[in-house]
Structures are given as structure tokens and as C-alpha cells.
């Protein structure tokens, strides 16, 4: 039986203070969203894993898009999982993104995307992550 395997987090974009370049900044990241494939049958990375608020619900506030998705065993093809995420942090507008990954046979892994700069923007430039592993058990060693 394979184990599962929860994945969650958040991307966030600060507010700007220009209300058409914020409303502008939304689209962008919307329409990322909406470029994703539907989850039509077994799919690993699709738009159904995200929700956002529309731009005119975010001004003048900080975008946050909120994901989360049920896998079996995910940690055999976390890597492939990365590589979506980030093709998709790429395309964005963010300041800072975090994903959990909650196993049951390797514990918890924190994944943080943070821009080197106010705030990233849609270009093809590498990402940084930072990973932080926590395991708790049951189990005494």
C-alpha cells in the first residue's frame, strides 16, 4: 500500500501602490494560473491545486495564492514537482513562496522560494530554494 503524501502552501506578492500596475501584476499571475493544465485524470501539476481572489478583491493588499493537493507516495516524483512549481514561479509576479510537503515515511520538508529582490518578476532567471526537513515520529530510535 502506498503512503500519502499532502503538499501545500502559498505564493505571495506584495501590494504596490500603483493600482494599475498591481491590477496588471494580478492578470499576470492569474492568467500563469489559468496556462495550467485541467486535472483530467491523474495529473501531477494542474490549476485545480490553486486558488486566488481576482485582482479587484486584492487591492491594495498583498496577493496571496493559496494551493494544496493529496498525493500517493509524491516523494518519488517530488523532483518532476519542483520543476513544475518553479516553471510556474517563473512566469509570475511573487515576493516569497512556500510549499509543505507532509510524508508519512520521510516526515515534513518546508520548501521557501524567497525573490533576491522586492519582488519577482515573470523572466527565465534560475530560483533559489531553501529546504528545511523535519521529521517527527512515533517511533523511538
Same mark, same amino acid.
Given at each position: 500500500m502506498e503512503s500519502e503524501s499532502i503538499v501545500y502552501g502559498c505564493i505571495r506578492d506584495w501590494s504596490v501602490t500603483d493600482v494599475e500596475e498591481?491590477?496588471?501584476r494580478s492578470l499576470t499571475n492569474l492568467a500563469a494560473?489559468? $496556462?495550467l493544465p485541467e486535472a483530467d485524470g491523474w495529473e501531477l501539476f494542474h490549476r485545480d491545486l490553486f486558488g486566488c481572489s481576482t485582482f479587484a478583491s486584492v487591492l491594495?493588499?498583498?496577493?496571496?495564492?493559496?494551493?494544496?493537493?493529496?498525493?500517493?507516495?509524491?516523494?518519488?516524483?517530488?523532483?518532476?514537482?519542483v520543476q513544475h512549481f518553479e516553471k510556474l514561479l517563473k512566469q509570475m509576479?511573487? $515576493?516569497?513562496?512556500v510549499v509543505h510537503l507532509e510524508t508519512e515515511t520521510n516526515g515534513t520538508h518546508t520548501f521557501r522560494w524567497e525573490s533576491e529582490h522586492d519582488s519577482h518578476q515573470p523572466s527565465s532567471e534560475d530560483l533559489q530554494v531553501r529546504?528545511?526537513?523535519?521529521?517527527d515520529s512515533s517511533l523511538r530510535l
Open positions: 498591481q491590477q496588471q494560473l489559468q $496556462a491594495p493588499q498583498s496577493q496571496v495564492i493559496h494551493f494544496g493537493g493529496s498525493y500517493r507516495s509524491i516523494e518519488y516524483e517530488w523532483a518532476v514537482w509576479y511573487w $515576493a516569497s513562496a529546504c528545511v526537513w523535519e521529521r
